[in-house]
């Protein structure tokens, strides 16, 4: 069937699986001490999650470690503020999960949806008699649908305890699911036994699951803020909210809102389980109070080390780099939440392991982090940060390439990136009057300004000379520039001395080169300086001689 359908017609077969108390479990596995003591996980001044030990004696989730404390003095606690490992096992579910099905959507790091109905028709193909229910039923069965989806979610019932058996036997983590004809009842039933149990809801117990949540907001997808603007109609509780005039809730939220709120009160979801690409973003934060510059670059520097090793976990290349602050006024007490961000040049992650990056190119990622850092807060006064974050975002796939003469000219390429990189964000030295100021690399808000990449000519070879590692190579990739020339006739040592050498090339590289190309250098230099004493604001665009080059650099 197909999955956009709407699934008010019970036809389609939904899992969702959540992992019991995830961090817990994972510190458990990491810690086998830590089974049988009350232990927590915390994260800033929370206990964002505990074993259930522990919530036997009364500790919930986000509860302050004072209050916690106070309740279970003997509680163990584990700083969960680094999420790699939890990142970790959460990846393997997924994947584990992948394997069997197309279909399957994550929900943070401890929960996936699973839309099971192609395995399921084919399984009821050759299935002979009734099904017995696996693990718990919600509400009445004793006048269900007659359309089919009893035995469709029966089946999915032994689907999700095979799904769940494989994931304890290979991962070691306990899990509980819900099973129902949508994501919603899926959810929302999966909750209903814990741990390490399973519940199925019928179509015809939608209504009364529904009715059975405590409050409007533990309906997925509703938050603090929506349910106070549906107060503003009178609307508090779930009976509020299906008794409702839809014409009034339309003026409030619009009609495509409104009508999916609504449906929401009486168990109907319409949306679809997705298969979940890889992330848009990958960023880290860090709560700390911090009031100078030193300490700030030492923290962005350790962000910025940790993220890097998520990054290369991820596969891809990064293009954007956010930074996030938050400031605290002393006086008012009030918090300012503020981001910057700018591309970044792919060329500086040309390794092997991005998570072991030269020390140089984490210098010049430091140099544009500060730089964003400037944007972001005036140095020259007091200030107080409680938060710092990084992410990287707008991901490039790593080049696949297995030709030898494409691979030279695009490792030339990132050479000259690395080249240009230098120059621009080289804040030692005097900068050329001619490179470009900081403000064209960044922006006062959170769009993107994408860097200039041109260059001239005679960086391009000189960049290409300063690869070449041996004069005498029998492969064509390693040939000189002047030797990829055809038809090239040999100047005299003294002709060449003709010609000036631009003070900003490499004099004993420049005169290796051929005399006409010394020549196009030199007037090429001449007008670049006449463009820049000139002060004009229009940069012409020189048109590109048809080279090899080109031709492959293009596709």
């Given at each position: 069937m197909?999955?956009?359908q709407c699934?008010?017609?019970?036809s389609n077969t939904?899992?969702?699986i959540?992992v019991?108390c995830?961090?817990?479990?994972?510190?458990?596995?990491?810690?086998p001490?830590?089974?049988?003591?009350?232990m927590g996980v915390?994260q800033k001044?929370?206990?964002?999650?505990?074993?259930y030990?522990?919530?036997?004696?009364?500790?919930?989730k986000?509860m302050?470690?004072?209050?916690?404390k106070e309740?279970?003095?003997?509680l163990v606690?584990?700083?969960?503020?680094d999420?790699?490992?939890?990142r970790q096992?959460s990846y393997?579910?997924?994947?584990?999960?992948?394997?069997?099905f197309n279909?399957?959507e994550?929900?943070g790091?401890?929960?996936?949806?699973?839309d099971?109905t192609s395995?399921?028709?084919?399984?009821l193909?050759v299935?002979?008699?009734?099904?017995d229910?696996v693990g718990?039923?919600?509400?009445d069965?004793?006048?269900l649908?007659?359309?089919?989806?009893?035995?469709?979610?029966?089946m999915g019932?032994?689907?999700?305890?095979?799904?769940?058996?494989k994931?304890?036997?290979?991962?070691k983590?306990?899990?509980?699911?819900?099973?129902a004809?949508n994501?919603?009842?899926?959810k929302?039933?999966g909750?209903?036994?814990?741990?390490?149990?399973?519940?199925?809801v019928?179509p015809n117990?939608?209504?009364?699951?529904?009715?059975?949540?405590?409050?409007?907001t533990?309906?997925p997808?509703l938050?603090?803020?929506?349910?106070?603007?549906?107060?503003?109609?009178?609307?508090?509780?779930?009976?509020?909210?299906?008794?409702c005039d839809?014409?009034?809730?339309?003026?409030?939220?619009?009609?495509?809102?409104?009508?999916?709120?609504?449906?929401?009160?009486?168990?109907?979801?319409?949306?679809?389980?997705?298969?979940?690409?890889?992330?848009?973003?990958?960023?880290?934060?860090d709560s700390?109070h911090?009031?100078?510059?030193?300490e700030v670059?030492?923290?962005?520097?350790?962000l910025?080390?940790?993220?890097?090793?998520?990054?290369?976990?991820?596969?891809?290349?990064?293009r954007?780099i956010?930074?996030t602050?938050?400031?605290?006024?002393?006086?008012?007490?009030?918090t300012?939440?503020?981001?910057?961000q700018?591309n970044?040049?792919?060329?500086?992650?040309?390794?092997?392991?991005?998570?072991?990056?030269p020390?140089h190119?984490?210098?010049?990622i430091m140099s544009?982090?500060m730089r964003l850092?400037s944007?972001?807060v005036?140095t020259?006064?007091?200030?107080h940060?409680s938060?710092?974050?990084?992410?990287?975002t707008?991901?490039?796939?790593k080049?696949?390439?297995?030709?030898?003469?494409t691979?030279?000219l695009?490792?030339?390429?990132?050479?000259?990136s690395?080249?240009?990189?230098?120059?621009k964000?080289?804040t030692?030295?005097n900068?050329p009057?001619?490179?470009?100021?900081?403000t064209?690399?960044?922006?006062?808000?959170?769009?993107?300004?994408?860097?200039?990449?041109?260059?001239?000519k005679?960086?391009n070879?000189?960049?290409?000379r300063?690869?070449?590692?041996s004069?005498?190579c029998?492969?064509?990739c390693?040939?000189k520039v002047?030797?990829?020339?055809?038809?090239?006739?040999?100047?005299s040592s003294d002709?060449n001395?003709n010609?000036?050498c631009?003070p900003?090339?490499?004099e004993?590289v420049?005169?290796?080169l051929?005399?006409?190309?010394?020549?196009?250098?030199?007037?090429?230099?001449?007008?670049s300086?006449?463009?820049?004493e000139?002060?004009?604001?229009?940069?012409?665009?020189?048109?590109?001689?048809?080279?090899?080059?080109?031709?492959l650099?293009?596709?």
């Amino acid at each position: 069937m197909d999955n956009e359908q709407c699934l008010d017609n019970h036809s389609n077969t939904i899992i969702h699986i959540d992992v019991d108390c995830f961090y817990a479990q994972v510190e458990m596995l990491r810690n086998p001490d830590l089974n049988n003591v009350p232990m927590g996980v915390s994260q800033k001044r929370f206990v964002v999650t505990c074993n259930y030990i522990a919530r036997s004696v009364g500790i919930k989730k986000m509860m302050l470690i004072t209050e916690a404390k106070e309740k279970c003095p003997e509680l163990v606690l584990i700083n969960g503020e680094d999420l790699h490992d939890y990142r970790q096992y959460s990846y393997k579910i997924t994947e584990l999960l992948l394997h069997s099905f197309n279909l399957v959507e994550r929900l943070g790091l401890d929960e996936n949806f699973i839309d099971a109905t192609s395995e399921v028709n084919k399984r009821l193909q050759v299935c002979e008699g009734n099904l017995d229910p696996v693990g718990n039923v919600f509400g009445d069965t004793s006048d269900l649908c007659d359309c089919g989806c009893t035995e469709r979610l029966k089946m999915g019932a032994i689907i999700a305890q095979e799904l769940r058996d494989k994931i304890k036997s290979e991962l070691k983590l306990t899990t509980c699911a819900g099973i129902a004809h949508n994501k919603l009842l899926a959810k929302i039933a999966g909750s209903r036994h814990k741990p390490n149990q399973q519940t199925i809801v019928f179509p015809n117990s939608a209504v009364e699951l529904m009715l059975s949540l405590p409050s409007l907001t533990k309906i997925p997808g509703l938050g603090q803020k929506l349910c106070k603007d549906l107060e503003t109609l009178g609307i508090t509780n779930l009976e509020d909210l299906q008794n409702c005039d839809l014409t009034q809730l339309s003026n409030l939220l619009g009609p495509e809102k409104a009508r999916v709120i609504y449906d929401l009160s009486f168990g109907i979801d319409r949306s679809v389980v997705k298969t979940t690409g890889k992330p848009q973003s990958i960023g880290i934060e860090d709560s700390k109070h911090i009031t100078a510059e030193t300490e700030v670059t030492e923290k962005l520097h350790e962000l910025l080390s940790r993220l890097l090793l998520l990054v290369a976990e991820d596969g891809r290349i990064p293009r954007t780099i956010r930074l996030t602050v938050r400031q605290t006024n002393k006086t008012s007490r009030l918090t300012v939440r503020e981001s910057r961000q700018c591309n970044i040049n792919p060329s500086l992650f040309n390794c092997k392991d991005i998570s072991q990056l030269p020390e140089h190119n984490i210098n010049k990622i430091m140099s544009i982090i500060m730089r964003l850092f400037s944007k972001l807060v005036d140095t020259q006064r007091p200030y107080h940060l409680s938060l710092l974050g990084l992410a990287f975002t707008k991901f490039l796939e790593k080049p696949n390439i297995r030709s030898t003469l494409t691979k030279f000219l695009y490792n030339n390429m990132e050479v000259q990136s690395i080249t240009d990189i230098e120059n621009k964000y080289d804040t030692g030295k005097n900068s050329p009057k001619d490179s470009s100021p900081s403000t064209s690399y960044f922006d006062n808000s959170d769009s993107d300004i994408e860097q200039s990449t041109k260059k001239s000519k005679m960086e391009n070879i000189i960049a290409r000379r300063r690869i070449q590692n041996s004069e005498d190579c029998e492969s064509p990739c390693k040939l000189k520039v002047a030797d990829l020339r055809l038809n090239s006739i040999e100047k005299s040592s003294d002709e060449n001395q003709n010609v000036p050498c631009p003070p900003n090339a490499d004099e004993k590289v420049f005169r290796e080169l051929p005399n006409d190309l010394q020549l196009e250098l030199w007037k090429e230099y001449k007008k670049s300086r006449e463009r820049i004493e000139g002060e004009s604001l229009i940069r012409t665009k020189k048109s590109k001689t048809n080279t090899i080059l080109n031709y492959l650099v293009k596709r």
